[in-house]
């Protein structure tokens, strides 16, 4: 079983899902001008709007409900697999992924948002929603709502799962049957109260997890402040390809740098377009932007601390693929994951360090089901809608659960390679659709910086910005010009329009 799951991975995260993943990215940072750059600092006072409706969630608690799905076991044992595989150059390079990700992230999820729709009296989006509505392509629209389901639903949450319990039995020596019960429990009680209480929950948890782990990070890298600087150089030497040791395997760097970047922040697979679309706000760019903050904590600080903290301790060995012998071997026979990192805590909180990750861990991989099942159940709902299936939702609950559990006592190596497989698939079809999807997200940006410029608080008409298919939002932005936001003055709205005419054709 596991070598034909093996073998499917290596079909699919070939070179071609890291060139596609790098052009992707590429291709948007170009087109939008910098967006993930530009908009820093306007992305930070965006997470401070706290508006929520009975349809919809804060955008603040959508960023944190997509953070809980990004920031995840790979953000601790993923790294870790990079380094085993691509050497420390592999941190480099998951950085520029990270970096060019913002792009893609941002497209995704301004379309998430243009296309949503109610359903329920919820907001509900998604990669199918706007495959469906901006492409116009239902078929491939259900075939990619299916691939997700069965992804987020199946594949994928054994990783999460077994990773705690893994990490509770060499921390605190429990059973990984105890520890797949109470994780099976209290994502229960999580997942039968819906949205609201999901994105409560991660709203709470997700930044105190995070500020710890950067916190932890700094005090590792004060701790041994003597090789911080040797450590980065050996980063960028390995990733360049100058490294007398690590030389000879850019391109192992490169692709694992991309793999494990992918895998932890998503961008460009389309998980984080059904929180986006969930959340309550006056123009789509706004949670495009909110989401392309979203890839910073995620990879560049989250992934790196975990990153910076295994090189510079030498906690870590380095085997890359297809080698017998390995080409560094701080950590003789401990194997790539979060034990290299419990290591390398352990050498400033002794015997606590164990026991700090492993909570860390849990909080990582628990937020992110929370954030998985939310996703599966998001196609159900589409798919239901086209299927007339509604006992799927229930049934789904309960797989979803069932999958938790198994995964905590099931073999890792499997249950990463069934992860990457989901991870892959969605990203394929994801970035192809948001390609082909350029213009309504351009647009959208284009009418966005035209507001901007004005002086207004950004509100959302399709018909001035030239979108087609998004009809909810002409309600919306009725509702939000009735109460006075983004109205503009009679000379400027004609200059708007005279802006649209001239550039929303291109």
Same mark, same amino acid.
């Given at each position: 079983?596991?070598?034909?799951?093996?073998?499917?991975?290596?079909?699919?995260?070939?070179?071609?899902?890291?060139?596609?993943?790098?052009?992707?990215?590429?291709?948007?940072?170009?087109?939008?001008?910098?967006?993930?750059?530009?908009?820093?600092?306007?992305?930070?006072?965006?997470?401070?709007?706290?508006?929520?409706?009975?349809?919809?969630?804060?955008?603040?608690?959508?960023?944190?409900?997509?953070?809980?799905?990004?920031?995840?076991?790979?953000?601790?044992?993923?790294?870790? *697999?990079?380094?085993?595989?691509?050497?420390?150059?592999?941190?480099?390079?998951?950085?520029?992924?990270?970096?060019?990700?913002?792009?893609?992230?941002?497209?995704?999820?301004?379309?998430?948002?243009?296309?949503?729709?109610?359903?329920?009296?919820?907001?509900?989006?998604?990669?199918?929603?706007?495959?469906?509505?901006?492409?116009?392509?239902?078929?491939?629209?259900?075939?990619?709502?299916?691939?997700?389901?069965?992804?987020?639903?199946?594949?994928?949450?054994?990783?999460?799962?077994?990773?705690?319990?893994?990490?509770?039995?060499?921390?605190?020596?429990?059973?990984?049957?105890?520890?797949?019960?109470?994780?099976?429990?209290?994502?229960?009680?999580?997942?039968?109260?819906?949205?609201?209480? +999901?994105?409560?929950?991660?709203?709470?948890?997700?930044?105190?997890?995070?500020?710890?782990?950067?916190?932890?990070?700094?005090?590792?890298?004060?701790?041994?402040?003597?090789?911080?600087?040797?450590?980065?150089?050996?980063?960028?030497?390995?990733?360049?390809?100058?490294?007398?040791?690590?030389?000879?395997? !850019?391109?192992?760097?490169?692709?694992?740098?991309?793999?494990?970047?992918?895998?932890?922040?998503?961008?460009?697979?389309?998980?984080?377009?059904?929180?986006?679309?969930?959340?309550?706000?006056?123009?789509?760019?706004?949670?495009?932007? !909110?989401?392309?903050?979203?890839?910073?904590?995620?990879?560049?600080?989250?992934?790196?601390?975990?990153?910076?903290?295994?090189?510079?301790?030498?906690?870590?060995?380095?085997?890359?693929?297809?080698?017998?012998?390995?080409?560094?071997?701080?950590?003789?026979?401990?194997?790539?994951?979060?034990?290299?990192?419990?290591?390398?805590?352990? *050498?400033?909180?002794?015997?606590?360090?164990?026991?700090?990750?492993?909570?860390?861990?849990?909080?990582?991989?628990?937020?992110?089901?929370?954030?998985?099942?939310? +996703?599966?159940?998001?196609?159900?709902?589409?798919?239901?809608?086209?299927?007339?299936?509604?006992?799927?939702?229930?049934?789904?609950?309960?797989?979803?659960?069932?999958?938790?559990?198994?995964?905590?006592?099931?073999?890792?190596?499997?249950?990463?390679?069934?992860?990457? !497989?989901?991870?892959?698939?969605?990203?394929?079809?994801?970035? +192809?659709?948001?390609?082909?999807?350029?213009?309504?997200?351009?647009?959208?940006?284009?009418?966005?910086?035209?507001?901007?410029?004005?002086?207004?608080?950004?509100?959302?008409?399709?018909?001035?910005?030239?979108?087609?298919?998004?009809?909810?939002?002409?309600?919306?932005?009725?509702?939000?010009?009735?109460?006075?936001?983004?109205?503009?003055?009679?000379?400027?709205?004609?200059?708007?329009?005279?802006?649209?005419?001239?550039?929303?054709?291109?």
């Amino acid at each position: 079983m596991e070598a034909i799951v093996n073998t499917i991975v290596g079909y699919i995260w070939g070179n071609a899902l890291v060139v596609l993943s790098l052009g992707v990215g590429l291709y948007f940072t170009l087109a939008t001008r910098g967006v993930q750059f530009r908009y820093l600092i306007k992305m930070v006072c965006l997470l401070k709007e706290n508006k929520a409706s009975k349809e919809g969630i804060s955008s603040f608690q959508a960023f944190c409900l997509a953070l809980s799905g990004r920031v995840g076991v790979g953000n601790i044992a993923g790294v870790a *697999t990079a380094i085993a595989a691509g050497g420390p150059g592999a941190i480099f390079w998951m950085v520029v992924m990270g970096l060019l990700g913002g792009a893609s992230a941002f497209i995704e999820s301004t379309l998430a948002q243009i296309y949503k729709q109610r359903s329920d009296d919820q907001y509900r989006g998604g990669s199918p929603y706007y495959i469906e509505k901006g492409l116009k392509l239902k078929p491939f629209a259900i075939m990619v709502a299916a691939v997700i389901c069965l992804s987020y639903g199946v594949l994928v949450p054994g990783i999460q799962a077994n990773t705690i319990a893994d990490s509770f039995q060499s921390s605190f020596n429990l059973p990984p049957i105890a520890t797949g019960s109470i994780v099976t429990v209290l994502m229960a009680w999580l997942i039968f109260g819906g949205i609201k209480r +999901i994105a409560s929950a991660a709203d709470k948890i997700v930044p105190i997890m995070a500020l710890a782990y950067i916190v932890m990070m700094v005090i590792i890298l004060g701790s041994h402040y003597e090789q911080v600087p040797a450590m980065f150089s050996l980063i960028f030497r390995s990733a360049m390809g100058m490294d007398a040791v690590f030389g000879g395997i !850019i391109g192992t760097a490169v692709s694992w740098g991309v793999r494990r970047a992918v895998f932890s922040n998503v961008a460009g697979a389309g998980e984080a377009t059904f929180s986006s679309a969930a959340a309550e706000v006056s123009h789509p760019v706004k949670q495009g932007l !909110i989401q392309a903050f979203s890839i910073y904590i995620d990879t560049v600080v989250v992934c790196t601390a975990s990153g910076l903290m295994i090189l510079v301790t030498n906690m870590y060995n380095v085997f890359p693929d297809g080698s017998a012998t390995a080409l560094v071997e701080y950590v003789p026979g401990v194997a790539a994951g979060t034990a290299w990192t419990q290591m390398a805590v352990s *050498t400033v909180f002794t015997s606590a360090g164990s026991g700090f990750v492993s909570i860390a861990v849990f909080l990582f991989a628990f937020t992110t089901l929370m954030a998985y099942y939310y +996703i599966a159940e998001t196609t159900i709902v589409y798919l239901d809608r086209k299927l007339r299936y509604p006992i799927l939702k229930l049934i789904l609950k309960f797989v979803f659960l069932i999958i938790v559990f198994i995964g905590s006592v099931q073999s890792v190596s499997l249950m990463w390679s069934l992860g990457d !497989i989901g991870f892959g698939s969605m990203s394929y079809l994801n970035l +192809i659709a948001i390609v082909f999807l350029s213009k309504p997200a351009l647009r959208a940006l284009r009418d966005f910086e035209r507001q901007e410029k004005l002086g207004v608080d950004p509100v959302f008409d399709p018909k001035v910005a030239g979108v087609e298919n998004a009809e909810l939002w002409e309600d919306i932005s009725r509702e939000y010009h009735a109460q006075g936001v983004g109205i503009e003055p009679k000379e400027k709205q004609n200059k708007g329009m005279e802006y649209q005419e001239r550039e929303g054709k291109n």
